[in-house]
């Protein structure tokens, strides 16, 4: 398999470059609902890096850019973005979230707002960030096509979403109760395509040597010997909270091969 030519824009293990300091315990962390994920969480700390490394490898797309992450949630990740881009502005529907950038994150600036009409002009912004959030979505198809009315000629979307074929296999309700809608990848195609965009890349996010060693030991499959201890309501063994807390970005691959293996999709789509 080969990997996908993506700029890496950071060389910290852990995706945090270019993070600011505001994260020193003065602000109140957002409680764990299980909706989005949240840094600093031992028992959550897989499910946290496989989301943080698509901002660490596509970092470079929002260099020097005017930057909206729709859907910013807990904040970290357009945090990430305000280390390399020009502006980097936030729009999330949850009041709290909102309130909790402004503290945690100042320098991103946050707006409250629905992200199927979203509060800024036309061709106002480079890129739109949009990452484990579309599959919350009940009108996809509107949400993409805000997106494309705020990009400016030759902008970009970057999105991730979990995989449907792996996250929720044989369903056809997602697993999690707080998606809507899940997609494979042909089915993130076509929406994007109808939207108005052009998918320049789709590629995957995969397990990578560490973590396909960690499914051996685990019984074959490292994430559900986390599911079936958080469903089970059980204390974690030290042995599996130890093995969690020490997952990095690095324990992932992005990919362009075996798409319909990976674990969540990353697309690079752009306005025309």
Known sequence: ???????????????????????????????LTGERTVPGIAEENYWFRRHEIAYARLLGHC????????????????????????KVTGVDYDAGAVEHVRARYPRVEMIQGNLAALPLDDASVDVVVNFQVIEHLWDQGQFLLECLRVLRPGGKLLISTPNRITFSPGRDTPLNPFHTRELNAAELTELLVEAGFEVAEMIGVHHGPGLRALDAKHGGSFIDAQIERALAGEPWP??????????????????ADDIDASLDLVAIAVKP
């Open 1 to 31: 398999m080969s990997e996908a030519v993506i700029p890496a824009a950071v060389d910290d293990p852990t995706g945090r470059s270019g993070a600011s300091d505001a994260t020193d315990g003065t602000v109140e962390p957002l409680p």
């Open 63 to 86: 260099a020097g850019k005017t930057v909206l992450e729709a859907g910013s949630g807990e904040g970290y990740g357009a945090d990430m973005i305000a280390g390399v881009a020009t």
């Open 238 to 255: 030290a042995e599996l909270t130890a093995d969690v807390a020490a997952v990095t970005i690095d324990d992932f691959v992005l990919i």
